[in-house]
């Protein structure tokens, strides 16, 4: 009868797995309006970074270094700008970033999608203090995952595994100073739970507290964002974008 895919339902035939696999890395490689890959500034600099390295893994944490010095992270609630543009202002925010990383894969051949989360937006008030009234109730976040060496990668494990990160980290991710995006370069940014221990239960890197749903996978960011709305055109986004926008996240 053949095997169903764990995440889109569809039932196989026998011989079928890798055909459908390929039909899906289509979809995970098209450009997309946040994720504009075929622009050519993002495809020359997808080249450039990419050089002559042949391991995906290598070029994507080359990629996210190179990002982490040349865009300044700043904040903004515009998920919905396009990766190019970022790039082009050399700034973004920390979903900004990471749709840049996103799209410099794909330009490389990498194939992404992400899994959207609607976290608890206290996992931000150590930033805002008096003024977290404007930060929402709860954000979504579309956090990637990348095909390398065969299978789906989490963000957070593109350097390396998280628990045996989460074991050699040096400083716990707190939200209070270096972004997400940033942090996952040398600490363990963990939504899923991944390094709780049956012995002692949620680690210090465990974040999975803040996570009100998990609201599946999806090809692309651009499919997240507009089931979940933009924020930044409400009356609270536009008075956060007013007082906080563009202001060096820190």
Known sequence: MGERDKETGIRSLPGQGAAIET????????????LDCQHPQVRQLAHDLRGRRTD????????????VHAVRPIYSMNDLQPASKTLQKQR?????????LEALARAAGIPTKVRALRIDGSLWYPRFGYARTLVPRELWLAWPQFFLEGRWVDFDEIYAPIVPQAG???ELFTNRGESIFDAVAHTAVDFFGKTKSQESGRSACDLSSFVLADEGIFDTRDEV?????????TLRGRAFELIFGGRKSA
Do not use: W
């Not at 899906?24 to 450009?31: D, E, T």
């Not at 964002?225 to 055109?233: N, P, V, Y």
């Open 23 to 34: 039909m899906s890395r289509v979809a995970n490689l098209k450009p997309t309006t946040i």
């Open 56 to 67: 995906d893994r290598a070029f994507l944490t080359i990629a996210h270094t190179y990002l």
């Open 92 to 100: 973004g925010s920390c979903s900004q970033r990471i749709a840049c």
């Open 168 to 170: 050699q980290a040096h």
């Open 225 to 233: 964002f507009l089931r979940a709305g933009s924020f930044h055109r």
